[in-house]
C-alpha cells in the first residue's frame, strides 16, 4: 500500500511508473483471461485499474 501511496504523490521516477506500469498490466490481464472471478478478485480488478489511471496521469505529466 505504501508503493500504492508513493505513486500517487509523484515521488517515483518515469521508469519506475512505467514498470509498476507493467506490472499491473500484467495483473489486469491475469484476471480478465478468467471466466469467472471471486468477490475479492473484482475488487482487486477494480483497484488496479484505478492505480493505472493514477499513473496514467503521472506518465502524461
Given at each position: 500500500?505504501?508503493?500504492?501511496?508513493?505513486?500517487?504523490?509523484?515521488?517515483?521516477?518515469?521508469?519506475?511508473?512505467?514498470?509498476?506500469?507493467?506490472?499491473?498490466?500484467k495483473?489486469?490481464?491475469?484476471?480478465?483471461?478468467?471466466?469467472?472471478?471471486?468477490?475479492?478478485?473484482?475488487?482487486?480488478?477494480?483497484?488496479l485499474?484505478?492505480?493505472?489511471?493514477?499513473?496514467?496521469?503521472?506518465?502524461?505529466?
Open positions: 500500500m505504501a508503493r500504492q501511496n508513493e505513486l500517487a504523490v509523484g515521488k517515483s521516477t518515469g521508469r519506475d511508473v512505467k514498470a509498476e506500469k507493467a506490472r499491473l498490466d495483473r489486469v490481464d491475469e484476471l480478465r483471461r478468467r471466466a469467472f472471478l471471486t468477490p475479492t478478485e473484482q475488487i482487486e480488478l477494480s483497484q485499474k484505478k492505480q493505472k489511471l493514477i499513473l496514467k496521469d503521472q506518465i502524461s505529466s
